[in-house]
Protein backbone atom coordinates (compact mmCIF):
# COMPACT_ATOMS: atom_id res chain seq x y z
CA UNK A 1 0.00 0.00 0.00
CA UNK A 2 1.51 3.74 -1.24
CA UNK A 3 0.56 7.00 0.50
CA UNK A 4 0.96 9.95 -1.44
CA UNK A 5 0.41 13.50 0.48
CA UNK A 6 -0.99 16.52 -1.12
CA UNK A 7 -0.33 20.12 0.40
CA UNK A 8 -2.99 22.72 -0.89
CA UNK A 9 -0.91 25.82 -0.70
CA UNK A 10 -2.06 28.29 -3.08
CA UNK A 11 -3.89 30.71 -0.73
CA UNK A 12 -3.56 34.12 0.08
CA UNK A 13 -3.93 34.41 3.94
CA UNK A 14 -5.93 37.12 3.23
CA UNK A 15 -7.45 37.22 6.90
CA UNK A 16 -3.66 37.20 8.18
CA UNK A 17 -2.99 40.61 6.36
CA UNK A 18 -1.01 42.65 6.63
CA UNK A 19 1.92 40.02 7.48
CA UNK A 20 0.02 37.78 4.76
CA UNK A 21 1.00 39.09 1.52
CA UNK A 22 0.16 38.81 -2.15
CA UNK A 23 4.25 37.58 -2.74
CA UNK A 24 4.32 36.31 1.27
CA UNK A 25 1.34 34.83 1.98
CA UNK A 26 0.92 33.29 5.70
CA UNK A 27 1.71 29.79 4.61
CA UNK A 28 5.17 31.06 3.99
CA UNK A 29 5.56 32.80 7.31
CA UNK A 30 7.05 31.67 10.49
CA UNK A 31 3.45 32.10 12.50
CA UNK A 32 4.44 29.69 15.73
CA UNK A 33 8.52 28.21 16.14
CA UNK A 34 11.18 28.86 13.61
CA UNK A 35 9.96 27.35 10.53
CA UNK A 36 7.16 28.18 8.42
CA UNK A 37 4.29 26.79 8.31
CA UNK A 38 4.37 24.77 5.06
CA UNK A 39 8.11 23.60 5.96
CA UNK A 40 6.45 22.35 9.80
CA UNK A 41 3.48 20.70 7.41
CA UNK A 42 6.90 18.63 5.05
CA UNK A 43 8.38 17.51 8.47
CA UNK A 44 5.09 16.21 9.77
CA UNK A 45 4.27 14.46 6.19
CA UNK A 46 7.95 12.95 6.51
CA UNK A 47 7.27 11.40 9.55
CA UNK A 48 4.52 9.23 7.18
CA UNK A 49 6.41 9.07 3.75
CA UNK A 50 9.18 10.18 1.96
CA UNK A 51 9.43 13.27 -0.05
CA UNK A 52 9.12 11.87 -3.29
CA UNK A 53 5.23 10.74 -2.24
CA UNK A 54 4.74 14.29 -1.26
CA UNK A 55 3.06 17.29 -3.51
CA UNK A 56 2.26 20.55 -3.34
CA UNK A 57 -0.57 22.10 -5.10
CA UNK A 58 -0.07 26.12 -5.56
CA UNK A 59 0.23 29.62 -7.25
CA UNK A 60 2.42 29.82 -10.02
CA UNK A 61 3.85 32.82 -7.64
CA UNK A 62 4.79 30.93 -5.21
CA UNK A 63 6.79 28.44 -7.10
CA UNK A 64 10.29 29.92 -6.61
CA UNK A 65 9.45 30.46 -2.63
CA UNK A 66 8.40 26.88 -2.08
CA UNK A 67 11.98 25.90 -4.10
CA UNK A 68 13.59 27.77 -1.87
CA UNK A 69 11.78 27.17 1.82
CA UNK A 70 11.67 23.13 0.92
CA UNK A 71 14.59 22.71 -1.29
CA UNK A 72 15.13 18.75 -1.16
CA UNK A 73 11.20 18.81 -2.76
CA UNK A 74 11.63 16.88 -6.41
CA UNK A 75 10.54 20.05 -8.75
CA UNK A 76 8.17 17.79 -10.73
CA UNK A 77 6.15 17.51 -7.21
CA UNK A 78 5.39 20.93 -7.19
CA UNK A 79 1.90 21.16 -9.34
CA UNK A 80 1.11 24.77 -10.60
CA UNK A 81 -2.91 25.77 -10.63
CA UNK A 82 -2.69 28.72 -13.05
CA UNK A 83 -5.58 30.39 -11.19
CA UNK A 84 -7.16 30.07 -7.75
CA UNK A 85 -10.24 27.65 -8.49
CA UNK A 86 -10.68 26.73 -4.67
CA UNK A 87 -10.62 23.11 -3.52
CA UNK A 88 -12.06 20.71 -6.02
CA UNK A 89 -10.06 21.70 -9.01
CA UNK A 90 -7.10 21.83 -6.89
CA UNK A 91 -8.16 18.08 -5.59
CA UNK A 92 -8.65 17.18 -9.35
CA UNK A 93 -5.75 18.60 -10.76
CA UNK A 94 -3.40 16.44 -7.67
CA UNK A 95 -5.43 13.26 -8.52
CA UNK A 96 -4.44 13.11 -12.15
CA UNK A 97 -0.74 14.10 -11.29
CA UNK A 98 -0.66 11.23 -8.73
CA UNK A 99 -2.55 8.53 -10.85
CA UNK A 100 0.05 9.35 -13.34
CA UNK A 101 3.13 8.09 -10.89
CA UNK A 102 1.40 6.28 -7.66
CA UNK A 103 -1.92 4.93 -9.59
CA UNK A 104 -3.11 2.47 -6.58
CA UNK A 105 -2.16 4.68 -3.66
CA UNK A 106 -3.94 6.76 -0.73
CA UNK A 107 -3.84 9.78 -0.84
CA UNK A 108 -3.92 12.38 2.26
CA UNK A 109 -5.17 15.84 1.29
CA UNK A 110 -4.11 18.46 3.70
CA UNK A 111 -3.94 22.62 4.04
CA UNK A 112 -0.68 24.18 4.07
CA UNK A 113 -1.37 26.78 6.75
CA UNK A 114 -2.39 24.79 9.69
CA UNK A 115 -1.37 24.28 13.53
CA UNK A 116 -0.88 20.85 14.84
CA UNK A 117 1.07 20.38 17.92
CA UNK A 118 0.97 16.64 18.52
CA UNK A 119 2.80 15.01 15.25
CA UNK A 120 2.65 11.42 16.87
CA UNK A 121 -0.79 11.91 17.43
CA UNK A 122 -1.31 13.41 13.70
CA UNK A 123 0.65 10.85 12.00
CA UNK A 124 -1.23 7.56 14.27
CA UNK A 125 -4.64 9.20 13.34
CA UNK A 126 -3.31 9.56 9.11
CA UNK A 127 -2.52 5.88 9.01
CA UNK A 128 -5.86 4.82 10.81
CA UNK A 129 -7.91 6.99 8.01
CA UNK A 130 -5.59 5.06 5.39
CA UNK A 131 -6.88 1.48 6.25
CA UNK A 132 -10.55 3.20 6.45
CA UNK A 133 -9.97 4.49 3.16
CA UNK A 134 -8.51 1.17 1.75
CA UNK A 135 -11.82 -0.31 2.53
CA UNK A 136 -14.16 -0.42 -0.54
CA UNK A 137 -14.86 3.14 -2.15
CA UNK A 138 -15.01 5.00 1.87
CA UNK A 139 -14.55 8.28 2.11
CA UNK A 140 -12.35 9.50 5.39
CA UNK A 141 -11.85 13.11 7.20
CA UNK A 142 -11.21 14.27 10.32
CA UNK A 143 -13.02 16.07 12.58
CA UNK A 144 -12.29 18.26 15.25
CA UNK A 145 -14.70 18.80 18.48
CA UNK A 146 -15.35 22.36 19.03
CA UNK A 147 -14.38 23.99 21.88
CA UNK A 148 -16.61 26.88 21.06
CA UNK A 149 -19.30 28.13 18.84
CA UNK A 150 -17.69 29.02 15.96
CA UNK A 151 -18.99 30.46 12.78
CA UNK A 152 -15.42 30.51 10.18
CA UNK A 153 -15.70 26.77 9.73
CA UNK A 154 -17.83 24.17 8.15
CA UNK A 155 -19.51 21.30 10.60
CA UNK A 156 -19.22 17.98 10.11
CA UNK A 157 -22.73 16.34 11.41
CA UNK A 158 -22.06 12.89 12.94
CA UNK A 159 -24.71 9.97 12.12
CA UNK A 160 -24.29 8.45 16.23
CA UNK A 161 -22.62 5.37 14.25
CA UNK A 162 -19.33 4.03 15.21
CA UNK A 163 -16.76 2.09 15.60
CA UNK A 164 -13.38 1.65 16.48
CA UNK A 165 -10.24 1.04 14.74
CA UNK A 166 -6.40 1.42 16.91
CA UNK A 167 -8.21 2.23 19.85
CA UNK A 168 -9.54 5.53 17.22
CA UNK A 169 -13.47 5.85 16.81
CA UNK A 170 -14.57 6.02 13.38
CA UNK A 171 -17.69 7.91 13.33
CA UNK A 172 -20.13 7.93 10.21
CA UNK A 173 -21.08 11.10 8.79
CA UNK A 174 -24.45 12.45 8.50
CA UNK A 175 -23.46 14.90 6.53
CA UNK A 176 -20.98 18.62 6.06
CA UNK A 177 -22.99 21.78 6.56
CA UNK A 178 -21.44 25.34 5.65
CA UNK A 179 -19.95 27.87 7.64
CA UNK A 180 -23.39 29.17 10.21
CA UNK A 181 -24.43 31.54 11.43
CA UNK A 182 -23.87 32.80 14.93
CA UNK A 183 -27.19 31.23 16.34
CA UNK A 184 -26.82 27.96 14.45
CA UNK A 185 -23.16 27.51 15.63
CA UNK A 186 -24.47 27.69 18.96
CA UNK A 187 -26.76 24.96 18.53
CA UNK A 188 -24.39 23.07 16.96
CA UNK A 189 -22.00 23.32 19.66
CA UNK A 190 -24.70 22.70 22.49
CA UNK A 191 -26.00 19.44 20.35
CA UNK A 192 -22.45 17.49 20.83
CA UNK A 193 -22.94 15.93 17.55
CA UNK A 194 -21.54 18.20 15.90
CA UNK A 195 -17.32 18.70 14.39
CA UNK A 196 -15.30 21.28 12.63
CA UNK A 197 -14.45 20.33 9.36
CA UNK A 198 -10.82 20.35 9.68
CA UNK A 199 -10.20 20.20 5.33
CA UNK A 200 -8.54 17.34 6.26
CA UNK A 201 -9.04 14.41 3.70
CA UNK A 202 -8.26 10.72 2.66
CA UNK A 203 -9.14 8.46 -0.01
CA UNK A 204 -7.99 5.87 -2.93
CA UNK A 205 -7.05 8.12 -5.85
CA UNK A 206 -9.22 5.83 -7.70
CA UNK A 207 -12.19 6.15 -6.05
CA UNK A 208 -11.75 10.29 -5.77
CA UNK A 209 -11.27 10.06 -9.81
CA UNK A 210 -14.84 7.88 -9.91
CA UNK A 211 -16.72 10.64 -7.40
CA UNK A 212 -15.00 13.13 -9.57
CA UNK A 213 -16.71 11.39 -12.71
CA UNK A 214 -19.74 10.65 -11.37
CA UNK A 215 -20.84 14.16 -9.01
CA UNK A 216 -18.93 16.93 -11.60
CA UNK A 217 -18.79 15.48 -14.76
CA UNK A 218 -17.38 18.61 -16.20
CA UNK A 219 -15.17 18.84 -14.48
CA UNK A 220 -13.59 15.74 -14.72
CA UNK A 221 -13.80 16.13 -18.88
CA UNK A 222 -11.49 19.01 -18.28
CA UNK A 223 -9.20 16.93 -16.20
CA UNK A 224 -9.32 14.27 -18.86
CA UNK A 225 -8.04 16.72 -21.76
CA UNK A 226 -4.97 17.66 -19.39
CA UNK A 227 -4.36 14.64 -18.74
CA UNK A 228 -3.76 13.47 -22.32
CA UNK A 229 -1.19 15.78 -22.84
CA UNK A 230 0.85 14.61 -19.79
CA UNK A 231 3.58 12.81 -21.87
CA UNK A 232 3.94 15.36 -24.49
CA UNK A 233 5.39 18.71 -24.62
CA UNK A 234 2.05 20.31 -24.77
CA UNK A 235 1.56 19.66 -20.52
CA UNK A 236 1.79 22.83 -19.18
CA UNK A 237 0.33 24.86 -21.72
CA UNK A 238 -2.86 22.19 -21.76
CA UNK A 239 -3.03 23.00 -18.00
CA UNK A 240 -2.67 26.43 -18.20
CA UNK A 241 -5.46 26.80 -20.97
CA UNK A 242 -8.12 24.32 -19.38
CA UNK A 243 -7.61 24.93 -15.72
CA UNK A 244 -9.67 28.08 -15.89
CA UNK A 245 -12.61 26.16 -17.37
CA UNK A 246 -13.25 24.30 -14.13
CA UNK A 247 -15.88 25.62 -11.30
CA UNK A 248 -14.62 27.48 -8.53
CA UNK A 249 -15.80 25.03 -6.36
CA UNK A 250 -15.06 24.11 -3.23
CA UNK A 251 -14.26 19.59 -2.76
CA UNK A 252 -16.65 19.98 0.40
CA UNK A 253 -19.63 21.16 -1.71
CA UNK A 254 -18.69 19.28 -5.01
CA UNK A 255 -18.47 15.20 -3.59
CA UNK A 256 -18.68 15.56 0.64
CA UNK A 257 -22.05 16.80 0.35
CA UNK A 258 -23.48 14.72 -2.33
CA UNK A 259 -21.86 11.35 -0.94
CA UNK A 260 -23.09 8.75 1.77
CA UNK A 261 -20.03 6.32 2.80
CA UNK A 262 -17.67 9.39 4.59
CA UNK A 263 -16.02 8.61 7.65
CA UNK A 264 -15.01 10.74 10.66
CA UNK A 265 -12.05 10.58 12.94
CA UNK A 266 -12.03 12.92 15.51
CA UNK A 267 -9.32 14.74 16.61
CA UNK A 268 -7.56 15.79 19.76
CA UNK A 269 -3.40 16.69 18.18
CA UNK A 270 -3.41 20.52 18.67
CA UNK A 271 -5.20 21.26 15.77
CA UNK A 272 -5.78 25.05 14.80
CA UNK A 273 -6.67 26.35 10.86
CA UNK A 274 -4.87 29.87 12.17
CA UNK A 275 -7.96 31.60 10.00
CA UNK A 276 -7.08 34.82 11.59
CA UNK A 277 -5.63 37.05 14.39
CA UNK A 278 -7.03 35.81 16.86
CA UNK A 279 -5.58 32.52 16.46
CA UNK A 280 -2.78 33.84 18.26
CA UNK A 281 -4.51 33.85 21.40
CA UNK A 282 -5.03 29.81 20.88
CA UNK A 283 -1.56 28.72 19.76
CA UNK A 284 0.77 31.25 22.26
CA UNK A 285 1.02 31.86 25.72
CA UNK A 286 -0.98 34.95 27.26
CA UNK A 287 0.88 37.46 29.69
CA UNK A 288 -1.14 38.06 32.77
CA UNK A 289 -3.62 40.55 31.41
CA UNK A 290 -4.22 38.20 28.56
CA UNK A 291 -2.70 39.58 25.85
CA UNK A 292 -0.45 38.24 23.10
CA UNK A 293 2.72 40.13 22.64
CA UNK A 294 5.62 39.98 19.89
CA UNK A 295 8.44 42.28 19.36
CA UNK A 296 9.28 45.57 21.25
CA UNK A 297 6.13 46.66 23.22
CA UNK A 298 5.32 48.83 26.14
CA UNK A 299 1.99 47.48 27.76
CA UNK A 300 0.28 50.01 30.75
CA UNK A 301 -3.38 48.97 31.59
CA UNK A 302 -3.73 47.37 28.52
CA UNK A 303 -5.86 43.84 28.51
CA UNK A 304 -6.71 40.49 25.92
CA UNK A 305 -5.38 42.53 23.31
CA UNK A 306 -2.96 40.96 20.45
CA UNK A 307 0.29 43.29 19.76
CA UNK A 308 3.13 42.43 16.88
CA UNK A 309 5.39 45.07 16.46
CA UNK A 310 7.99 44.78 13.43
CA UNK A 311 11.04 46.42 15.07
CA UNK A 312 9.61 50.01 16.57
CA UNK A 313 8.08 50.59 19.34
CA UNK A 314 4.70 49.91 20.32
CA UNK A 315 3.20 52.06 23.37
CA UNK A 316 0.11 51.12 24.19
CA UNK A 317 -2.33 52.61 27.36
CA UNK A 318 -6.04 51.72 28.85
CA UNK A 319 -7.12 49.53 25.66
CA UNK A 320 -8.75 46.40 25.31
CA UNK A 321 -9.57 43.61 23.09
CA UNK A 322 -7.70 44.74 19.76
CA UNK A 323 -5.65 44.06 17.01
CA UNK A 324 -2.03 45.82 16.64
CA UNK A 325 0.25 44.85 14.04
CA UNK A 326 2.68 46.82 12.78
CA UNK A 327 4.62 45.93 9.38
CA UNK A 328 7.23 47.89 7.48
CA UNK A 329 4.44 49.66 5.23
CA UNK A 330 0.92 48.94 7.25
CA UNK A 331 -0.23 49.10 10.21
CA UNK A 332 -3.43 47.29 11.27
CA UNK A 333 -5.83 48.60 14.83
CA UNK A 334 -8.97 46.88 14.75
CA UNK A 335 -11.29 45.36 17.53
CA UNK A 336 -11.15 41.48 17.87
CA UNK A 337 -14.41 40.70 17.19
CA UNK A 338 -13.48 41.99 13.21
CA UNK A 339 -10.83 39.66 12.74
CA UNK A 340 -12.78 37.68 10.41
CA UNK A 341 -13.38 40.90 8.36
CA UNK A 342 -9.89 42.13 7.72
CA UNK A 343 -10.55 41.10 4.12
CA UNK A 344 -12.98 44.03 3.99
CA UNK A 345 -9.67 46.26 4.10
CA UNK A 346 -8.19 44.72 1.24
CA UNK A 347 -11.23 44.55 -0.80
CA UNK A 348 -11.70 48.31 -0.03
CA UNK A 349 -7.72 48.70 -1.44
CA UNK A 350 -8.70 47.18 -4.42
CA UNK A 351 -11.46 49.51 -4.81
CA UNK A 352 -8.23 52.24 -4.55
CA UNK A 353 -6.12 50.79 -6.65
CA UNK A 354 -3.69 50.55 -3.94
CA UNK A 355 -2.72 47.41 -4.79
CA UNK A 356 1.30 48.19 -3.19
CA UNK A 357 -0.14 47.36 0.02
CA UNK A 358 -1.86 43.72 -0.51
Avoid at 113 to 139: M, P, R, Y
Avoid at 309 to 329: C, P, Q, R, Y
Amino acid sequence: MTITCVIMAGGKGERFWPKSRTNLPKQFLNISGNKSMIQQSIHRLEKLVDISQIFIVTNELYAELLKAQIPHLPNSNIIIEPVGRNTAPCVGLASIVIEGKFPDSTMVVIPSDHIIKNDEGFIKIIKTAVDVAQEGSNLVTLGIKPTYPETGYGYIESSGESTQLNDLDIIKVSKFVEKPDAETAQSYFKSGNYYWNSGIFVWKVSVIRNYIKELMPDMHDVLETMKATFDSPERDEAIKSEFSKMPDQSIDYGIMEKVSNIYMIPCVFGWDDVGSWTALERINDLDEDGNVIKGNILNLDTKRCIIESNGKLIATLGIEDLIIVDTEDVTLICTKDKAQEVKLLLKELRNQKREQYL
